[in-house]
């Protein structure tokens, strides 16, 4: 078999293949496809695939997009603002063959690198020319028993939250509207500032919302007390998989627990709508404070990688938080006023992916 390059949006067997491959996630659909390329025009996709000869079936694949930046350089990326985005093979073989022509199309884009985010497919990856950072866990709740029974897994902390916010009759509903995901990305940004980090464009959120909502592919939650919102959280499913993907609130009304409140109800969904596993989302190896927050839900946790190509451009991605450009972005983010801090962040997600 020789790999070659197909447009999932146009090729039926793509999201087939996907709902039936195990490391199969939303971010390896044709729906994502279109959320980066919509969203971010410096983004160029690229689907690598091995057919079947007889059957004509896609037996593996490669999903890279090539972001394209004359402020951070050029890269291939599997896949751009996603968590789970395994190389999805069956074998070291196969990951061997698909990525030889990724290789050579970061050479044909004179890309400075490759990365490969790998959660579940470790196993199948083999290539002495790469190398992987463990910068990232992942953490995890097994979704086998009713919300209650579950509850008694988490810390009393928590417990004792969740009554704190249900005492101050916070209350949660789905949110139905872009006057809704308005008032999450208001939240949105005030966290993103607290953390000093970038804040991605509106307009991506925006297209998260419009290509996902309507196929059911995501339930954006408000926390409400007194009219007021104070969190908000967007929920991405798919197969048996619910995943926090964001998770916002206002810092004035910390004292509420909108986030308990929140991941409590979400929890409870995924319980109700029957999916198997809760996932908390990514978290940095070092942020001990969030991990701290996923493990006291009972959550179990496991190494999120991310593979480079050539090897030695892990060393400069371990070493990314010590840079001078990586400083400086973190003091202008706090320095800056909120009309300059949204717009520093569409200009930084131009080159970034």
Not at 309 to 321: H, K, V
Request: with cysteine; hydrophobic share 40%.
């Amino acid at each position: 078999m020789k790999p070659m390059i197909i447009d999932p949006c146009q090729d039926k067997r793509w999201d087939d293949f996907v709902n039936q491959h195990p490391f199969g996630w939303l971010y390896h659909t044709s729906i994502w496809k279109m959320v980066l390329e919509k969203s971010f025009h410096h983004i160029k996709a690229n689907y690598f695939v091995l057919i079947d000869k007889k059957t004509y079936d896609i037996r593996a694949a490669l999903p890279c997009c090539h972001v394209k930046s004359w402020l951070t350089g050029n890269r291939l990326v599997s896949l751009p603002f996603t968590t789970l985005s395994d190389p999805l093979v069956n074998s070291p073989d196969e990951f061997r063959m698909l990525m030889a022509s990724a290789i050579d199309l970061s050479g044909k884009f004179k890309c400075r690198y490759m990365e490969i985010g790998v959660f579940q497919s470790g196993n199948c990856i083999e290539n002495r020319e790469i190398s992987a950072l463990k910068n990232y866990r992942v953490h995890h709740l097994t979704i086998d028993r009713d919300a209650e029974a579950l509850k008694t897994r988490f810390k009393r902390t928590v417990r004792q939250s969740i009554r704190r916010a249900e005492a101050e009759a916070v209350h949660v509903s789905e949110g139905r509207g872009e006057s809704d995901l308005s008032e999450f990305f208001t939240l949105y940004l005030k966290t993103r500032k607290r953390r000093l980090l970038p804040p991605q464009p509106y307009r991506f959120i925006r297209t998260i919302w419009r290509e996902l909502h309507p196929r059911g592919y995501l339930t954006l939650l408000m926390a409400r007390h007194n009219g007021q919102t104070i969190g908000s959280a967007i929920l991405l499913k798919f197969k048996e998989r619910l995943s926090v993907e964001f998770l916002v609130s206002d810092e004035t009304s910390f004292h509420l627990r909108p986030n308990h409140i929140l991941v409590w109800n979400a929890i409870k969904m995924a319980r109700k709508e029957g999916y198997g596993v809760f996932d908390f989302g990514r978290t940095a190896s070092g942020n001990r404070g969030l991990i701290k927050f996923k493990k006291s839900w009972g959550a179990q946790d496991e190494n999120l990688l991310h593979l480079y190509y050539p090897g030695e451009m892990c060393g400069n991605a371990a070493r990314r938080e010590d840079t001078l450009k990586y400083k400086l972005v973190k003091k202008v983010c706090h320095m800056a006023p909120p009309p300059f801090f949204q717009g520093l962040g569409i200009f930084l997600y131009r080159h970034m992916g």
